[in-house]
């Protein structure tokens, strides 16, 4: 089975950017007096090394397997949304109003309900940015990205006052859901369900972009506008269900946060889970099985900032200074797309 040229060229430019972005750091390394090759190793074992390494780097992943669709799927219709830090922190508000709200409610849709709450929150949040370019032409990455900054103030100012739970001293936060609503961990594994559910999410949006009639007339919409209005498409329509299902896959992981690790809505949810998403997003491009891969990556590298700390004395932000990097050589590459096509032979 041969892949399309396409796909071949994602994957070529994606491993130049990794090896490229690998070069840099070792270098970046090397000037801090380390042996680069030690320190990979060290990153090697702390994502994927030990069993504990490898269930801390999947439950780093799973939410970003989700906050990178915020940009996939409306990238696939020629927007660069960049709000999914936003609609994470809509989506956790969103699943402690609906959680709370509906205590007494059966545990099992309790907690589908207080998800999809959050899910919804989210993809609302994404979709008005959507209805802004739409019809008002505000560019849509400059709008997500200072409503980012609503969302975090919007956030601040609830579990600082109006549903905060006076209970808690240490720091403010948000009412808790029900006990019952919480979902656990995978049987065998200290990894909570959240990962199943952002795997799967990738996966049916894969069947979804690739087989059906709506993925190809985004990839229409995407690829030419015009073409795409004289084809009769609803460019209105597709435009906002695009940003409304990359929010509400962003909104998901904000919900998953609260039922499965926090409980509450806090200044925890704010951790750049939607920036780390952009960065999957781009390196993936646009192919949602391959932000399986990707988070994982990006999964391990977050992980096994402690052990790097710990062995190197190096500060957790070499973590971050490494992402940088991969994203910085990430874009670099994407001057050469359509620029790898293979050669035909010449009889």
């Known amino acids: 089975m041969r892949l399309p040229s396409d796909s071949v ?15 840099l750091f070792g ?21 994927f090394g030990t069993r504990f390494s490898i269930e801390s780097t999947l439950t780093q992943a799973a939410p970003l397997l989700l906050t990178a669709l915020c940009t996939l799927i ?29 205590a007494g409610v059966p545990a099992s849709l309790g907690t589908i309900l207080t998800i999809a709450a959050g899910a919804l929150a989210g993809g609302l949040w994404i979709a008005a940015a959507g209805a802004l370019k739409h019809w008002r032409g505000v560019n849509e990455t400059i ?19 109006p549903i905060r739970d006076f209970s808690q001293t240490l720091k403010a936060q948000s ?5 019952s609503f919480m979902i656990g961990n995978i ?13 799967i999410a990738c996966a049916a949006l894969h069947i979804l972009l690739r087989h059906t009639t709506l993925g190809f007339s985004f990839d229409v919409l995407g690829g030419n506008r015009r073409a795409a209005q004289m084809a009769g498409l609803p460019i209105g329509r597709l435009l906002l ?9 962003a909104g998901m992981a904000g919900a998953i946060e609260v039922v499965a690790v926090h409980g509450a809505a806090s200044e925890s949810l704010v951790i750049g889970l939607g920036y780390t998403g952009i960065l999957i997003a781009f390196l993936a491009r646009q192919n949602a099985l391959a932000v399986i891969a990707v988070a994982l990556l990006l999964g391990g590298i977050s992980a096994s900032g402690g052990l790097l700390q710990r062995r190197f004395d190096m500060p957790h932000a070499a973590t971050t200074v490494l992402q940088g990097l991969i994203f ?13 096509k293979p050669r035909r032979s010449v009889a």
């Open 27 to 47: 270098a970046f390394v090397a000037l801090q007096g380390l042996d680069p090759l030690a320190v990979y190793w060290t990153l090697y074992l702390g994502a």
């Open 328 to 340: 910085l050589c990430v874009l670099a590459s994407s001057a050469l797309a359509g620029r790898l």
């Open 74 to 102: 409306p990238a696939r219709v020629g927007l660069l949304v960049i709000g999914g830090e936003g609609a994470v922190v809509l989506g956790g508000l969103g699943a402690v109003l609906a959680g709370t709200a509906l």
């Open 187 to 199: 049987p065998g594994w200290s990894v909570h369900w959240g990962l199943v559910i952002g795997v």
């Open 9 to 23: 060229e994602s994957l070529l430019l994606s491993l130049a950017a990794l090896a490229l972005a690998a070069i």
């Open 143 to 161: 709008a997500t990205l200072l409503m980012n900054y609503i969302a975090i103030a919007l956030l601040n100012h609830l579990i600082t006052g």
């Open 241 to 249: 269900l695009a940003c409304f299902l990359g929010g509400a896959g």
């Open 175 to 179: 009412w808790s859901i029900p006990s």
